[in-house]
Structure formats: C-alpha cells, structure tokens
C-alpha cells in the first residue's frame, strides 16, 4: 500500500520559513516524479513544485521562484520542499504527490498518489 506521509507544518511569522517533509513507502520511489501542491480556503488547489525521478531538474510555480526549493532523497524515499521569505499568501494545506514516470507536470492528473496534507499558516 503506498502512502505519502507529509510533515513540517506550522504557523509562522511572514518573512519566516519552513521546511516541509514527504516520506514516501509502497512504492519504487526513484520511479516517481514528485509534486508539492497546496489548497487554500475557498481556493482551488494550486500547483507549487515538482522534481523529477533524479533530482537534476525542478519545475516551480511563479509565485514562489527564488523562494521555494524542492529536493529530495532516494536513499531514504523523501522529497522536501524549503520555503523562505513566507507571506499570508502562501497559508493552506501543502499535500505532496507521487507520479509514475511522469513527466515535471502542474497538473494534478499526472499524480496517482497523494498524501494527507499539512497545515501551513503564515501570520502577517
């Protein structure tokens, strides 16, 4: 059974940083290309960031270029995303997801498997 486990949310100050965690297990991690998404209240969820199977290209939504690094783990089947510089606009639940040789994509579609979220909230 494959499951996403995310962890590293919290509350934070705006101009702070968090560093959110995915592990991974039941799959062939090193197939996968990962994905952080993130749904706000009332907000349709929102692509953030994606990493291919080998962690030699990244894929970022606008909005957090320069901000937000993704990267990951093989050995241990992790995939973490840095956020630095926070604003009130990056507050919602951050899930990550799992796709099977796919390509770095921003559209949910493309990830069969996802994990439950965690809670980030950037106070300003």
């Known amino acids: 059974q494959v499951q996403l486990v995310e962890s590293g949310g919290g509350l934070v100050q705006a101009g702070g940083s968090l560093r959110l965690s995915c592990a991974a297990s039941g799959l062939t991690f090193n197939q996968y290309v990962m994905g952080w998404f993130r749904q706000a209240p009332g907000k349709e969820r929102e692509f953030v960031a994606a990493?291919?199977?080998?962690?030699?290209?990244?894929y970022y939504t606008d909005s957090v270029k320069g901000r937000f690094t993704i990267s990951r783990g093989n050995a241990k089947n992790t995939v973490n995303l840095q956020m630095n510089s926070l604003t009130s606009e990056d507050t919602a639940v951050y899930s990550c997801?799992?796709?099977?040789?796919?390509?770095?994509?921003?559209?949910?579609?493309?990830?069969?498997?996802w994990g439950q979220g965690t809670q980030v909230t950037v106070s300003s």
């Open positions: 997801a799992a796709g099977f040789l796919a390509p770095l994509s921003d559209s949910p579609r493309r990830y069969r498997y």
């Open positions: 990493i291919g199977v080998s962690n030699s290209s990244t």
